[in-house]
């Protein structure tokens, strides 16, 4: 059950989009196309921004994105704006009938 | 509205025993799976456990199988979480939380506000 793998941070000037990659295997990202993705500002109970790799919730902005190639699952902020600083972590089903979460990534506005 | 509050969190020395409970409202319980998520304090999240429907499937992290144990009372909207033996590394905000939809891994969605456990002398 290792953690997926995320940068650190990540830093955009406002307007300009950025991208976030989530490294899994063979056993978790790149055998289910159940790859979600989440926000969490300070003190605040984790958002789920997307589903099924690709997918928005209702309320979600669309500036918010997401893909998949093979084992690497990414998120992207377009447009970025200073609301979107917070810390974003991955998550996939694992072929253990477990789950898995990247380490995060901080997204800072410059 | 679907809301989940978690309840049970406080300070336990290390070997010692808590039960965590959640409280759910606004859904059909009894049709979603759940799960528990934590925390550690300025550290990522880490998933700890899931349990069906029915409780007919169970699964834990390797981290806290064979200590915690989760279950479920389906008449009263109500998901536990019996963390024994437990150890320092164990402290974090435990969050209790639903799958998106029915059926499907589809990611987690509501969480609740979470409850903090600390383990220490």
């Known amino acids: 059950q290792s953690a997926l793998t995320q940068p650190a941070s990540v830093s955009g000037s406002p307007g300009q989009s950025i991208t976030i990659s989530c490294i899994g295997t063979?056993?978790?990202?790149?055998?289910?196309?159940?790859v979600s993705w989440y926000q969490e500002h300070p003190g605040k109970a984790p958002k789920l921004v997307i589903y099924d790799v690709s997918n928005r919730p209702s309320g979600i902005s669309d500036r918010f994105s997401g893909s998949k190639s093979g084992n690497t699952a990414s998120l992207t902020i377009s447009g970025l704006q200073a609301e979107d600083e917070a810390d974003y972590y991955c998550s996939s089903y694992t072929s253990s009938n477990t789950w898995v979460f990247g380490g995060g990534t901080k997204v800072t506005d410059l | 509205e679907v809301e989940l509050v978690e309840s049970g969190g406080g300070l336990v020395q290390p070997g010692g025993s808590l039960r965590l409970s959640c409280a759910a409202s606004?859904?059909?319980?009894?049709?979603?799976?759940m799960h528990w998520v934590r925390q550690a304090p300025g550290k990522g999240l880490e998933w700890v456990s899931s349990?069906?429907?029915?409780?007919?499937?169970?699964h834990y992290a390797d981290s806290v199988k064979g200590r915690f144990t989760v279950s479920r009372d389906n008449p009263k909207n109500s998901l536990f979480l019996q963390m024994n033996r437990l150890r320092d590394e164990d402290t974090a905000v435990y969050y209790c939380v639903r799958d998106r939809i029915e059926i499907w891994p589809s990611g987690f969605d509501p969480w609740g506000q979470g409850t903090l456990v600390t383990v220490s002398s």
């Open positions: 063979s056993s978790d990202i790149g055998d289910y196309n159940y």
């Open positions: 606004g859904f059909t319980f009894s049709s979603y799976r």
């Open positions: 349990i069906t429907t029915s409780s007919t499937y169970i």
